[in-house]
């Protein structure tokens, strides 16, 4: 259904250049770009999951400032885009809190610009979404991507963006907001 | 055709909140989002415009270390993503370059978050930059979005993406990543 749909960004754990598992850094724009994104498209919460203190006191500090401070009266969206950001851990506990909202544990997506097999397509995504009676989750990698541990507990892999172009490093920014018109578009 | 398509980022001229005109402030994040979402696109060229030189001086710096420095070879794909990113004074400097480039100026599409009328839907523009002969620019703004005079300058008016959202507020980031795959798509 339309209006059960979550997003979380991953930023533990994560793998490195070398494949090894890391937490990465926090940008501002993972918080203001994909929360203005999600609440375009209707998601109902958009999750940053960060282990890190140093990394979550940042996060804080731009939600005081936008939702509580000064940025909040000069950009009123801003705000309200950050009405559905929430900040979790790990990823446990966002499938814990959709379960605490919904009553019942999340469908998972995962996504990745690597070429792999027995992916969806978006448009069967899209159906699915449509007509499936739990909520959906929808995680996105930063670094080099989400661990295959990840991918093993998902119900879903859906397949890359432009997976024939000839480069295909999109920014997660952007294919989160691609992901989120090609699955709800215009609807 | 779709191998003589440019973008450009506009932060001069610029509406203001109240509606005068200013140069916004350049994100490292407009330089290397909006790269790798025009490189996955294959756009020719993704010019930044600014006139501020403290704006130019920071845009320099970031493709100094990923052009020239240590963060190309750290991350090749970014130094590969930059290769076609370019900053110019004013949009009429982007029309010449494109014109010394082609051999023919470009005709020019506006966009916008407001809803308006006349304008061009995603679909149609699709089959147009299929078709057409010359080279095609696509506009996008920054801050509250570029003046009037730059839209009457323009060929093509391109309809919002989600116009008849209730919270319509993209990051500018996310708009050219949206607008690239609905017109650009997997082809």
Known sequence: MLDKVYVALIH????????TIVSTA???????????????YNIKK??????LPAQRKIV????????YGHGGEFNP?????????EMEHYLEDVIERIEEIEGEKPKIVF???????????????????RTCKDPILILFGTGWGMPEEIREISDY???PIKANSE????????????TLDRLIGEN
């Open 12 to 19: 533990y754990p994560i793998l490195k250049k070398d494949g």
């Open 26 to 40: 926090v940008t501002n724009f993972d918080v203001h770009d994909i929360s203005r994104s999600c609440k375009t």
């Open 46 to 51: 958009y999750f940053l999951v960060s282990n």
């Open 60 to 67: 804080e500090r731009v939600i005081d400032y936008w939702v």
């Open 77 to 85: 969206n801003r705000k309200q885009a950050l009405e559905i950001f």
């Open 111 to 129: 996504t990745s610009a690597k070429a792999r097999k027995n992916v969806v397509t978006h448009e069967k995504l899209k159906d699915i979404i």
């Open 157 to 159: 892999d859906l397949e």
């Open 167 to 178: 480069f295909n490093h999109l920014s997660v920014r952007a294919a989160v907001a691609i």
